[in-house]
């Protein structure tokens, strides 16, 4: 049995012939959601897992841990490694090193590890000829799990394809194959579900949509493991993210971990700014200083914030407002995942 979307969607399974790797249970940081023999029961444990093309280096040593129950957000940029490692997971294509586990079960075990593992890398594929819920039996008739037909049709009312069941499926849009890919899954009674940037190329109302059956599929119990590269686009939905980069794991944790760790940034607006400016940079504990049509902004820890405050007012500046700024959480994917990778292992540190 195979984990898919669709009758024709990748190459076949072939992790269960590799040989059985060492786990490695290497630490990515102090928010990698608990990684160790204590979590063997996780929904997914990968560990060190690695993949090359040639001479591309797509997945390079990477460590996930979803719980059970989890929905886990996958975040990086353009060829960052993301399908990749969900080629993997979802045993399209086998690592060529490192260790998986699917709900304590090892990969090599094949068919026992993958139950109840379902989902689709890119663009889910059926048979265009056929209507949709044809192409949904199809699936049923593969996986010869005889509750699967009963299935096919509360799927396709979970996705909101009803109307559709008997159009075939090469007529429909790109959102209708996309939540179509999902019901496939969804006649496979996942208990984690794998989706590949499943809101890429929907407009906005097909993005709200498909916010919102992830979060009730979750709601049923459903573990699901999600790929974006839209950091905001996670943050209403996940309760964990990984940030992958040149195929390297650079955050683990949670969103608001995430944006705690770059707290410490202030806005500054007072009566008069220039001279504010100018008590601010005969400071120490002042850094990143910059002046903006908003007011000044820097960063200081708290003691050295309120002793400024004093200052200011000492020196007969009004303080108008003095504003606690995180990063945006488009501002931390981009410090994550581009510039300087030191820089970004500080906030990891810090988080
Ligand atoms: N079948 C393949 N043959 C050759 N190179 C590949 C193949 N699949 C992936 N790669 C390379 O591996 C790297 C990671 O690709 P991957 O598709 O995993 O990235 P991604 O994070 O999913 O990116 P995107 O956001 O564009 O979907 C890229 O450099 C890509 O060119
Ligand atoms: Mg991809």
């Known amino acids: 049995m195979q984990p898919r979307a669709g009758p024709i969607d990748g190459p076949k399974a072939t992790g269960h012939h590799e040989p059985r790797a060492t786990p490695a249970h290497r630490h990515v940081g102090p928010h990698n959601g608990g990684v160790g023999p204590d979590h063997a029961t996780a929904a997914i444990q990968a560990r060190s897992l690695r993949k090359t093309y040639g001479r591309v280096t797509a997945v390079d040593g ?63 594929r059926f048979y265009p000829y056929l209507s949709a819920r044809k192409n949904l039996r199809l699936c049923a008739t593969y996986d010869r799990d005889p509750g699967a037909n009963a299935r096919i049709d509360p799927a396709l009312e979970l996705v909101d394809l009803p109307g559709r069941a008997d159009d075939k499926a090469g007529g429909f849009s790109y959102g209708m194959r996309q939540r179509l890919g999902i019901a496939a899954a969804l006649v496979r009674d996942p208990r984690l579900l794998i989706l590949d940037e499943p809101t890429l190329g929907l407009d906005p109302a097909g993005m709200r949509d498909m916010r919102q059956l992830v979060k009730r599929l979750s709601g049923e119990g459903i573990t699901i493991l999600l790929s974006s590269h839209v950091m905001g686009e996670v943050e209403d939905i996940c309760d964990r993210v990984a940030i992958i980069r040149s195929g390297s794991i650079v955050y683990e944790g949670t969103i608001a971990e995430l944006k705690s760790s770059s707290a410490g940034g202030y806005r500054l607006h007072t009566g008069d700014d220039a001279a504010a400016l100018a008590i601010l940079r005969s400071r120490d504990g002042v850094r990143g200083l910059s002046e903006t049509a908003e007011g000044l902004h820097f960063s200081a820890e708290a003691a050295v914030v309120e002793q400024l405050v004093a200052a200011l007012v000492g020196a007969g500046i009004g303080v108008r407002a003095v504003v606690p700024q995180g990063d945006s959480l488009e501002a931390l994917f981009f410090r994550f995942t581009e510039g300087d990778q030191d820089a970004a292992a500080t906030v990891a540190d810090t988080a």
């Open 62 to 124: 990477v460590d996930l841990t979803v719980q059970a129950g989890d929905v886990y957000g996958f975040l990086g940029p353009n060829g960052a490694g993301k399908t990749t490692t969900l080629r993997m997971l979802l045993g399209l294509i086998k690592p060529e090193a490192g260790s998986i586990q699917l709900f304590g079960t090892p990969i090599e075990r094949g068919a026992a590890a993958r139950a109840g593992v379902a989902g689709f890398v890119e663009t889910p």
